[in-house]
């Protein structure tokens, strides 16, 4: 599924993308889940514990910026966090034990007015014993130049974690100003659907607006050797080790000399990234 050359790639620039991973019929049922998902805003005006509104959204044309934790949603989306051929990608990255970090999230960048997601690092978010962590995207529609393509800075994850904090609260963004961060020289990432996205958890990335007339989802995925353990905790083991997408468990954390700065005190704004990024003070991607 990876060739040499696509491990290079991500070891030395951060990142790959990798064509036709998916399926056609699975990714299929992985747009109708997200559809029918979708149309149930159509009975809300407030955010639900799985669906983050977009802030025009009204229940006549409901409008969904986020799918939150979709895994523990739809069956389905548990049967693909575990997809054999997503499985061998990543025994090539991170090695054979793996742990699906979190319940995900499908961001769903809306046609003409879809949200931009300010730089940051994963990491930030998540600081674990290792650096065996990366994000995992399934395109459910093509990205390219003119649908907010993922963005990323090729080799900033061998860089520091910049500060993602505003006002003294953990906000989930770099203040690219402020940090005097330099992404001149960023890439836009463009793949088919059906293709995925691999970026190390250090790597500082976001996305602009969606201002084209075609939609950009993304089912997003965060995954760990199971021997990085979350620096934050974990509440319960049983639960912990439920989320081993393959191979097996291990109580012996693999320690390793990186940089870390505790997302603390926590965001004012709960619920997503768009709401934690709300306090950042220098916005990057102006709407």
Known sequence: ?????????????????????????????????????????????????TLDLDPSHTPEKPLVRRIKHPYFAHPFYQSIAA????????????????????????????????????????????????????????????MGPDNGPLLVLPGSHKGPIYNHHSQ??????????????????????????????????????????????????ILFYVYAACDAWPLMGINDLDEFDEMIMHGEATLNARMEDVPVRMPLPAASNQGSIYENQRTLENKYFLA
């Open 1 to 49: 599924m990876i060739r040499e050359r696509q491990r290079e790639k991500y070891e030395t620039d951060g990142y790959v993308v990798i064509q036709d991973v998916i399926d056609v019929a699975t990714l299929n049922e992985l747009r109708r889940v997200t559809d029918d998902l979708v149309g149930q805003a159509r009975d809300t005006t407030e955010h639900t514990s």
């Open 83 to 142: 997809h054999p051929p997503l499985m061998a990608v990543l025994s090539e990255l991170i090695g054979d034990d793996i742990r699906l970090r979190t319940g995900g999230k499908v961001n769903l960048k809306l046609a003409g007015d879809g949200a931009a997601v300010e730089w940051h690092q994963d990491w930030a978010f998540y600081p674990h014993t290792n650096q065996d962590v990366l994000a995992v995207g399934m395109l459910l529609d093509d």
């Open 168 to 217: 003294g609260l953990f906000c989930g963004a770099i203040d690219v100003k402020r940090e005097g961060l330099d992404v001149s020289g960023a890439r836009e990432l463009h793949a088919t659907a059906g293709s995925i996205t691999v970026h190390h958890a250090r790597l500082v990335h976001g996305s602009a607006v969606n201002r084209s007339t075609r939609a950009r989802r």
